[in-house]
């Protein structure tokens, strides 16, 4: 029952462990030779012959990722050398996408935030290590010390410590200042300056912090200090109704479903104006690409001294292995040079803005259709022909070694995942990062977590599989993919207990139609909700309203069924489960697991004994047929029930307890969720009820936006 996001809702210290064990030979010996070559500055001819492949290149992936339109600007020596679009800004009239075609740029607009802070430190209003509450007083985070270090900077470079708070700003029902206040609700998920975790509602609050620095408007500030004097006249961050709108893009998605490019709902941002709200051209950002290539200065005039504005891109929090967030900006280390970018992304809408200082480039590109990839394709094509390969070596190896290990006494698990650094949690704790020693050798990335080192070699007992010794706390284990061990009970013996445990055959077979009424906690939004549950067989649809306090702020719809299943929010299009998706949430629906799975998953197997609580449980994974995300069990050896269950990697996982009879069937009453983003939620059942009438939109959210 973890909370559904809307389609919007798409993005460290040191301390190395000196440890006994070490590489093998061969190990060392198999390590690649990092080479990473810069291309050496083209001559006039292969500069064309590269706008030629750029130009060629652009409609082959606006058809090949189902975008309507783009705008490309390429920037070199201080010279505009390429600007232009390609497609269509309004599918349906066949108005060409253009340079001077207005897009949203969406969190392409962090990066004018973190200048203009800069600015007013030029002009003495501000420094970036002041405490956010000399200019917000009623700035407060949950965890005290976040709370009393945070800095202006701090809001710049994701270092808070809480994961995305988007929920409450993206219903449109609170001001910017509510959603500021909302965070002092908000439980964070790491140590102060521990990860980096991506907040649009704090890089607003810096922009906030500008505007009270200035005692202006944040718009009237953009306007005065960056817009007026770069002269990019159709630049701003105001509501769709004040920008030109003969030359406003539709924003668009792909519908998997239909198979068609399907009109967005549009969204001002208008309450994260300094993280999103931003509406720009091609023509415009080239300029804006200039200033930053010329070091603050424009055409002659200098804006922002160098020695300044180079703190935007300084390195200050790691996000990824070689990536880190500067202000407002991602520094990339893994191509040939420096690579300095950002990305944007909302409701129809996609940028990329890139500087490669070392070899005075920068590019622009902007699409209006929902996060397809296509632009991401496109920098990365145009990059690769003027700066060089990205490293590889890197890039698919730490993927290889993500997994669910076992130790040699089947009673300890090792999960690894990747999702730009290599994540470890050991057991049922906390995930901790680790950063690369050596060849396949990672270490704890953070001083402040348990020191740990991960060695990955192929298994010498079994082909194709993965080995990982561990070294922690002064010991060494090695933990494989399988161990072999006895469980003293057959998974078919197993399933056949669980679904006794739910009510047996017969029960599950023909299961009531129930309604529930719920409450709900969501930590990480500092929200609440109150929600109905309809299940009518394995058919399962929630209604949740979503409150700040007693606010009401929006309403949630979103169902799974034999025949199809999605979800939609107060204002917003329908987002249909498709693939993969739409066969984890069928198989999530299921009361229980264990009843006819033989149907459901092609492998199944208990990989372990372990103690939660007071709980001995064995650990089941499940393959299930039609999708790659594995299921992984923790079944009670007392009970048959299921009381934790982990699914995809990184693992969404959901905690039940508070079992009772309803009608024959065993249902949880309370559940905990904690999903891949670590979002936590706590849900209580109140009542169900059998036999209550089963709305149509419990299974089939509505396909049009829902009115409050």
């Not at 718009?219 to 005065?224: A, F, G, H, K, S």
């Not at 704890?444 to 194709?464: E, M, Y």
């Not at 209580?684 to 829902?706: K, M, T, Y």
Request: glycine share 8%; hydrophobic share 40%.
């Amino acid at each position: 029952m973890a909370h559904l996001y809307t389609r919007r809702m798409r993005y460290l210290g040191f301390g190395l462990l000196a440890a006994s064990a070490c590489l093998s030979s061969a190990s060392a010996q198999n390590e690649p030779v990092r080479q990473l070559h810069a291309i050496p500055d083209l001559s006039e001819s292969q500069f064309k012959k590269a706008l030629r492949a750029i130009d060629e290149k652009a409609p082959e992936l606006l058809e090949a990722f189902h975008v309507p339109g783009v705008s490309i600007a390429i920037v070199k020596d201080d010279r505009v050398v390429w600007l232009k679009g390609y497609g269509y800004r309004n599918l349906e009239k066949k108005l060409p996408f253009t340079p001077d075609t207005i897009t949203t740029i969406a969190s392409c607009s962090k990066a004018f935030t973190s200048t203009l802070a800069l600015m007013a430190v030029q002009d003495g209003k501000l420094n970036l290590d002041d405490p956010v509450r000399k200019y917000l007083p009623y700035f407060h985070l949950k965890d005290p010390l976040a709370d009393a270090k945070i800095t202006v900077a701090d809001l710049m470079c994701h270092s808070s410590g809480l994961p995305r708070t988007d929920q409450a700003w993206s219903t449109e029902m609170l001001d910017a200042e509510e959603c500021v206040k909302l965070l002092s609700k908000c439980e964070p998920t790491f140590e102060f300056r521990e990860n980096a975790q991506y907040s649009n509602v704090l890089v607003n609050a810096a922009s906030m912090v500008t505007s009270a620095a200035y005692a202006q408007p944040w718009p009237q500030v953009l306007r005065e200090k960056i817009t007026g004097p770069l002269g990019m006249d159709s630049t701003s961050p105001e509501v769709v109704a004040r920008i030109d709108a003969s030359r406003m893009a539709v924003g668009y998605w792909f519908n998997p479903l239909s198979g068609a490019i399907e009109r967005e709902r549009y969204d001002d941002a208008q309450n994260i104006l300094g993280a999103g709200a931003i509406k720009s051209t091609a023509r415009d950002l080239a300029k804006w690409v200039r200033f930053h290539l010329g070091e603050g200065t424009f055409e002659g005039k200098k804006i922002l001294d160098s020695s300044i504005l180079a703190e935007a891109y300084r390195p200050r929090q790691e996000t990824a292995d070689d990536d880190w967030f500067g202000l407002g900006w991602v520094h990339d280390n893994r191509w040939p040079v420096p690579v300095i970018s950002h990305g944007g992304s909302l409701d129809g809408f996609r940028s990329n803005v890139c500087l490669v200082p070392s070899k005075h480039l920068g590019v622009v590109i902007l699409d209006n259709a929902d996060d397809q990839g296509m632009g991401s394709a496109l920098l990365r094509s145009i990059l690769e022909k003027f700066v060089g390969k990205r490293d590889m070596k890197y890039d698919g190896q730490p993927a290889k070694e993500v997994g669910i290990y076992v130790d040699p006494t089947a009673t300890h698990l090792l999960r690894t995942y990747y999702d730009g650094s290599l994540w470890a949690v050991l057991d049922q704790g906390k995930a901790i990062r680790l950063k690369r020693n050596s060849w396949r050798t990672y270490v704890t990335a953070d001083s402040r977590n348990p020191r740990l080192q991960l060695t990955f070699t192929d298994d010498r007992g079994v082909k194709g599989q993965t080995e990982v010794t561990l070294v922690a706390a002064n010991s060494t284990t090695v933990y494989r993919h399988r161990v072999q061990f006895d469980a003293g009970i057959s998974v078919e013996a197993l399933m056949a207990k669980s679904v006794a445990a739910y009510g047996g055959e017969k029960a599950l077979s023909m299961p009531p139609n129930i309604t529930g009424r719920y409450e709900a906690v969501l930590h990480q939004e500092g929200l609440r909700a109150l929600g109905l549950l309809v299940r009518a067989g394995n058919d399962l649809g929630y209604m949740e309203r979503l409150y700040d306090g007693d606010r009401y702020l929006a309403t949630t719809l979103s169902g799974v069924s034999s025949d199809g299943g999605g979800s939609t929010q107060t204002n917003y299009l329908a987002i249909p489960l498709v693939g993969s998706d739409l066969v984890d949430a069928r198989i999530d629906a299921q009361i229980c697991q264990a009843y006819k799975w033989k149907e459901t998953f092609s492998k199944v197997e208990i990989i372990a004994r372990q103690s939660l609580g007071y709980e001995s449980v064995f650990v089941v994974r499940k393959q299930p047929k039609r999708s790659p995300n594995q299921v992984v069990d923790f079944i009670s050896q007392r009970t048959g029930l299921v009381i934790r269950r982990e699914v995809g990697n990184p693992a969404s996982v959901t905690e039940f307890t508070g079992f009772k009879s309803v009608n024959g069937v065993i249902l949880p009453y309370r559940f905990t969720t904690i999903d891949a983003g670590l979002h936590r939620e706590d849900i209580q059942i109140l009542q169900f009820e059998r036999g209550a009438r089963n709305p149509h939109w419990a299974f089939h959210p509505l396909s049009s936006a829902i009115t409050p």
